[in-house]
């Protein structure tokens, strides 16, 4: 149904003269055909019962645009309830005086153009009959009105619609760059307190790790701002961060790493290095043995695998922190229905499994 709306409402911003003039065009010929059929085509041809309904459209036309642009907007337009019943007072007033100057007209061009026009001799006879304000007026006229209005709602419809297709993605856009915000100092802090450590022990690897820091830095502020980024800036992003922590823990710490990709994959920036920060934090930070920290990646087009486990202790298990939460945030705005992400701890390791389709 929301595509009915967008494709109404797209015809109707290019085309809004040609949407109303064909709207008024079924409203001519369905009448002229209702008038020929009540005649049973006797008296008078379908010519002549085209003819007088063209006549009666114009009446028609005032009547609609008068109720649907003019009293119903300032009926419902928030105001005193005094001033809305004045409206509405005013807007009766204004359409039971159209009505008798549209009834008059009717029976003016009625008397001169068909010949089935026998019911009633006098004007008077006219007005004094109730079926014919029921059928000449509201229906015949307010029938238009009814029409104009289904348009405009479906198009307003089509508005809101659009509006709220907007206001979607402005929403995604700024939950995704707080997220961003959250990381950024997170991973900040925890990689100073690395070169922090490298220039406490005067380490010669340190200059190697600040230009590494450097890089990164200069990828994260203004290299991954889009929302899917080239999976290859994203695998030298946790090498250099990888490097990083292998000159912090140095032989301490029993690391794997297998990174492959196919060319020309596409991923949202920073959520692999989420789950690396947080394997290294709680696997190599927090153990009181030798850490084991093993990463694993395969990515094809349509399909990115990503592993990464790291040894744990019970206090790991129930730890909080911005990492996982973080990541389950952003996969939920960018992957919805197109990720898996399972946490499994087994053999004194948790694992982490995301696949992204």
Partial sequence: MTHVFAILRQFHQRHRGLTHGLFWALVLLTGSMDHYARDYGQTDSLGISLQIEATFLLPRIAIAYLTVYGLLPQLFRPAPIGQALGW?????????????????????????????????????????????FYKSFLLSNFGGAGGLLLIRLLVHQGDVWQQSLV?????????????KTQLNPHFLFNTLNNLYALALLQSPHTPAAIARLADMLDYMLYRCNAQLVPLAGEVTLLNNYIALERLRYDDTLHLTCHLSHAPDVEIA????????ENAFKHGAGEATHQPIIDIRLTAQPGNIQFRVANSCTPQHLTAGGLGLPNIRQQLALLYPNRHTMMLNEHDGLFVVDLTLT
Avoid at 94 to 121: C, D, K
């Fill in 88 to 132: 509405l007072v005013l807007g009766l007033v204004a359409l039971y005086g159209i009505y008798l100057a549209n009834i008059g007209w009717q029976w003016a061009v009625s008397r001169q153009l068909s010949r089935s026009f026998n019911s009633f001799q006098t004007l008077a006879d006219v007005l004094n009959q109730p079926r014919m």
């Fill in 167 to 179: 206001l979607e993605k402005e929403k995604t856009a700024l939950e995704l760059k707080l997220l």
């Fill in 269 to 276: 920036p920073l959520l692999l290095l989420s789950l690396v």
